[in-house]
């Protein structure tokens, strides 16, 4: 496949397979668009890092504003204060400097497909301008769940089903009212909804599943069934960070109340393919190889990366940057498969690291992973899927948080 088939692969899949390397750059704006019919994601505001003041700031500067002499000042005395890295470090490090090559060989197959690198600035802003997402209306999930009146609290979806052929273009609007804390919200498989919540509108994919609660009803989820079980389990915990509550970016989570997530009874017999998005915290990794993943069942973990791109193809940040890697590490393992037995089965056993790379959207939002993942996800198709502190939804996915509605604002869709 020449670059060109490659390109109309992006256009049409989400996906670009780059040759010679075992790396891929995808496109979430088009991985989640299918998940709709009537809504499309608009590419600016998914892709909003890049257009923020953060970049304007940077364009000023570049025209000629310089720094403050106080900031120079700040600046060199950061820079002598170079240390000596301790124990844990200098571990972080070697494991970095291990996966360096890969990173490289990674992004240097994206900087020599320059069809791509056409591509990508259209890609991220689209034909249409970035929609004013009001943050001060914005509802604070966090809070609400959390209040006493949170049992009390409806969402009211609307559906459009289509009266038949002798009726074309006509379709009958239905509407229900569900409790959305604490209760499983379904949307049926043959279209989007739209959820009306306090004064605010929530676009809800074909055939997805939430549930809005926070972490003392997570057993909630395990199926009566086992073989209703999950094939692909995917967690991104919100981590215990110093940065992140500095920011107040989302609350964080002890690490140790982890242990109690029943991942091992979500999975489903026949196999369950588990990723965990995991900081670059060497204490943090130490305690999730050690202790977590096996309490979960989860064994021979195998590192993926997500390396983080601008819109020219340049890493967001310096590679090499000890406190602000410009990519994110994922843990994938198997629960209830046995590699070596599984050799001839219909799913591909993981072999090896891979590097992921995609422009990134707001602060935490992670790419979709299952149809880059579709060939090593084991069990019965198509898999049955489940994110663990969702903070999105998605078509035929459980998606399971305090906040799984947070990026399904219909501030960030327009209609087709």
Known sequence: MDASDELRSLEATGIYRLAGSRAAFVDPVRLLGESYRRFRLVPSAYYSRSFGPSRQGGEAQAEGTAPSPDRKKRKRKRQTKARELNAVERIAEARHQEARPLLISAHNSLLDAKYLLEYLPGMIKGDECRPELETSSENNFVELGGSWRAPFYEMTICFQKPLGQDEAGTCDVQKRSSPLFNRVVRVEENGEAEGEFQGRLYVLPKGSCFMTTDFTHVR?????????????????????????????????????????????????????????????????RRFVEEELLPSWGVKDPTEFYWLKVKSDGSLIGDLDLFHHRPYECLLLGYINVNREAESGSKFKVLQGSQVIMSVPGAHSRKPPLQKILSEYIPGPKPPRCIELFARELGSGWTSWGNEPLHFQDSAYFSKK
């Open 220 to 284: 909630d989820l395990i199926p009566d069934n086992p073989n209703t079980g999950y094939n692909l389990i995917v967690i991104d915990p919100p981590w215990e960070n110093g940065c992140v509550r500095q920011k107040e970016a989302y609350p964080t989570l002890p690490n140790r109340n982890l242990l109690y997530l029943p991942v091992q009874e979500l999975a489903h017999p026949a196999g369950a393919l588990v990723v965990l998005w995991i900081t670059n915290r060497e204490k943090l």
